[in-house]
């Protein structure tokens, strides 16, 4: 069954480094979304991306976040300046048709100390 | 917001038993999906239910929805000590297509 893959599973970056999470979403899929869930909240959703440009971001998504997707096959999410409150488990998804069948990927951990 | 909050938080059962999770949010949807996350791990699609529909089975799954009430419900039938996880309910409405989730069930099957 095709899968959504994230690297790294975990990542542990000092505050005020910069971190790219990857993502390789499922190959016929058209919409690409980042999401993310604290320790013991709910999965909080960030941005999602159709057609090369950000179609929805939410109020989480600020000038520190950015995406990308670079090539065919990947999808990227930028943290510029991380900050102890960005340790979250964050999840990229896919899906073909728009808030319909997502695939998730199983997860980074990012810890920021 | 729309938001899918469900309950109970948390759901204790023998393996064999029937578990009833419950999921209620405030504003019209396009659609209603159920998601399972084994501890730490990332998040398995488990089943659609659409405006228009007012109940779907998947296998062992049973999942209603009521749009008056605003409310749906999973059923997990015969539960195996494997189905312990989260179960979240998440909702797709509106004029946008994000996934709204709700907090999740943690159900705890005990063999």
């Known amino acids: 069954e095709p899968e959504v893959t994230q690297t790294p599973s975990h990542q542990v970056t000092q505050m005020g480094q910069e971190v790219i999470l990857r993502c390789v979403p499922i190959?016929?899929?058209?919409?690409f979304y980042w999401y993310r869930q604290i320790l013991g909240q709910k999965v909080e959703f960030l941005v999602s991306f159709y057609n090369n440009e950000i179609s929805e971001k939410s109020e989480i998504f600020d000038d520190q976040f950015s995406v990308e997707r670079p090539d065919g096959s990947n999808f990227t999410l930028k943290i510029r300046s991380t900050k102890l409150e960005d340790s979250a488990m964050y999840f990229c998804?896919?899906?073909?048709?728009?808030?319909?069948?997502?695939?998730f990927g199983s997860g980074t951990r990012l810890t920021v100390v | 917001s729309q938001q899918g909050e469900e309950d109970p938080q948390a759901l204790s059962i023998q393996e064999g038993e029937n578990a009833t999770m419950n999921c209620s949010y405030k504003t019209s949807i396009n659609n209603l999906q159920w998601y399972r996350q084994n501890s730490g791990r990332g998040l398995v699609h488990l089943i659609l239910?659409?405006?228009?529909?007012r109940e779907k089975h998947s296998g062992r799954l049973r999942v209603t929805l009521d749009t008056s009430k605003k409310s749906s419900s999973l059923l997990i039938t015969a539960s195996r000590a494997a189905d312990t996880a989260s179960y979240f309910c998440?909702?797709?409405?509106?004029?946008?297509?994000?996934?709204?989730f709700g907090k999740g069930t943690l159900l705890t099957v005990n063999p």
């Open positions: 190959s016929n899929h058209l919409y």
């Open positions: 239910i659409r405006s228009n529909e």
């Open positions: 998440a909702t797709v409405g509106g004029s946008n297509y994000k996934l709204t």
């Open positions: 998804a896919s899906s073909r048709i728009e808030g319909d069948g997502y695939t």
